[in-house]
């Protein structure tokens, strides 16, 4: 009779903590789901002034300036751009948390926004001896359907952080069909650069939020260690993994896989794959 009873204390004192448990756990949910709230909006409030900052400065480098006019213009401007990229950052992340990013379905042109994200690059290359190359296969489609913006962020994420971390020698841009059949093709794209390399015990970790190789408050290398774990949650979006090679000195290789509903090669994209 002991025993019973004192199994009937045991589970009633184990039921009230789950329920405490239960309300704790429900608490931090809603607290969790306030936080991204406000960082999604604060992001999105400070957006807004910043791109009006960014297009004056813009046609004020348009217009005569002496050449020290010029520097102080370009440093606005490229402050400006960084600070809309953490910003846009924080605003993603917020969105990833709180289980709310979605991506778009629209047909674009494949080659065309490739072309454009290589473009878009070599302007940050010249300070530095780096040659940007990319090789697409022949059997590329040109056209599919998928959130083309989504796809342009990955890639100019990686070979962002190919040109940061590599000082000289190549980046390469592949991008290859795994799979294709008459209504989907299978994608493979990978970055590889002759850069610093990644330590082979930081590599298990690179893709979380926040995760940095070099942590120190003097580091050499700005950013926030969020790029790399967006690129992964819309790579998954996009049915596909993200993964990474790589040997310190040497260089490294990221490479990820997407699936892509084929559109009719001969309809017009429905939606510019600039920016
Ligand atoms: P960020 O570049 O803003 O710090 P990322 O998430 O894009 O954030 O990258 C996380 C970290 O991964 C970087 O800080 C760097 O330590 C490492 N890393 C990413 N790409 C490369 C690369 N190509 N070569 C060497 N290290 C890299």
């Known amino acids: 009779?002991?025993?019973?009873?004192?199994?009937?204390?045991?589970?009633?004192s184990l039921a009230v903590h789950t329920v405490r448990l239960e309300e704790a756990t429900q608490k931090a949910d809603e607290a969790n789901k306030a936080k991204s709230e406000?960082?999604?909006?604060?992001?999105?409030?400070?957006?807004?002034?910043?791109?009006?900052?960014?297009?004056?400065?813009?046609?004020?480098?348009?217009?005569?300036?002496?050449?020290?006019q010029r520097?102080?213009?370009?440093?606005?401007?490229?402050?400006?751009?960084m600070l809309l990229k953490l910003i846009s950052d924080i605003l993603d992340y917020s969105k990833i948390e709180a289980g709310c990013m979605e991506l778009e379905q629209y047909c674009f042109?494949?080659?065309?926004?490739?072309?454009?994200?290589?473009?878009?690059?070599?302007?940050?290359?010249?300070?530095?001896?780096?040659?940007?190359?990319?090789?697409?296969?022949?059997?590329?489609?040109t056209r599919v359907i998928g959130d083309s913006h989504r796809l342009r962020q990955v890639l100019l994420n990686l070979l962002g952080n190919a040109i940061k971390f590599t000082d000289q020698g190549e980046i390469r841009l592949f991008v290859h069909p795994q799979r294709i059949d008459d209504a989907q093709v299978k994608l493979l794209f990978s970055v590889e650069d002759t850069g610093i390399g990644i330590?082979?015990?930081?590599?298990?970790?690179?893709?979380?939020?926040?995760?940095?190789?070099d942590n120190s408050i003097s580091r050499k290398y700005g950013g926030t260690g969020l790029g790399l774990s967006i690129s992964k949650s819309i790579v998954e979006k996009m049915g596909g993994v993200i993964g990474v090679e790589s040997q310190e000195g040497v260089g490294s290789r990221f490479w990820f896989?997407?699936?892509?509903?084929?559109?009719?090669?001969?309809?017009?994209?429905?939606q510019t794959t600039k920016p």
């Open 1 to 12: 009779l002991i025993t019973i009873r004192q199994s009937v204390r045991e589970m009633k």
């Open 38 to 68: 406000f960082l999604a909006s604060m992001s999105h409030e400070l957006r807004t002034p910043l791109n009006g900052v960014i297009g004056m400065t813009e046609l004020l480098a348009e217009s005569k300036l002496d050449e020290r």
């Open 71 to 81: 520097r102080f213009v370009h440093t606005c401007q490229s402050s400006g751009k």
């Open 109 to 141: 042109d494949l080659r065309e926004l490739l072309d454009d994200v290589v473009l878009s690059m070599p302007i940050r290359l010249d300070d530095k001896n780096i040659k940007l190359t990319c090789h697409l296969d022949e059997l590329l489609p």
């Open 199 to 213: 330590p082979a015990d930081r590599l298990g970790s690179l893709f979380e939020s926040f995760s940095q190789v």
């Open 257 to 270: 896989t997407a699936t892509f509903p084929r559109c009719d090669e001969t309809s017009e994209p429905n």
